[in-house]
């Protein structure tokens, strides 16, 4: 299966919504918002499990993105009113998802204008690879 990563734009300009064709949540629909309390974010991210948890803190922090809703294949993200999707967009799909997959394998990535592009991932690992070696120091 090739590595996909599809953008949607929905209705609210503020709002885009990134799916992927590889689980990145355990949880059913988990919502976190910025400066959320620690304790409810702790119980978030168990119920997400550990690739979510990664890509909510890299996305969490982008300058202007205010809360984001994760679900198993697909993460809405919301940004705020005075900021541009354009270097927000460009950095989750090219540097933050690519890490959800697993292997050294081009991820195919379709942007809402219908562009399609390839990119290399820019190492074999992704971030279980961080998870199996925490389980080894353990």
């Avoid at 890509?55 to 198993?72: D, K, L, R, S, Y």
């Avoid at 809405?76 to 927000?88: L, S, Y």
């Avoid at 989750?92 to 890490?99: H, R, Y």
């Avoid at 081009?106 to 562009?115: A, F, M, P, R």
Wanted: proline residues 3%; hydrophobic residues 40%; negative net charge.
């Amino acid at each position: 299966m090739v590595p996909k990563i599809i953008e949607e734009c929905v209705l609210n300009e503020d709002v885009r919504c990134f799916h992927l064709n590889t689980e990145i949540s355990k949880s059913v629909i988990e919502r976190i918002i910025r400066n959320q309390d620690k304790c409810s974010l702790s119980e978030a991210y168990k119920a997400i499990g550990p690739i979510g948890e990664k890509i909510i803190q890299e996305v969490m922090a982008i300058n202007g993105i205010e809360h984001i809703f994760i679900q198993p294949f697909n993460i809405t993200v919301t940004k705020g009113r005075a900021f541009e999707w354009k270097e927000i967009e460009e950095k989750i799909l090219t540097e933050i998802l690519p890490k959800a997959f697993s292997g050294r394998q081009d991820v195919e990535i379709t942007y809402q204008s219908g562009e399609k592009r390839t990119i290399q991932k820019s190492s074999s690992a992704g971030w279980e690879a961080d998870e199996n070696v925490l389980n080894l120091l353990e």
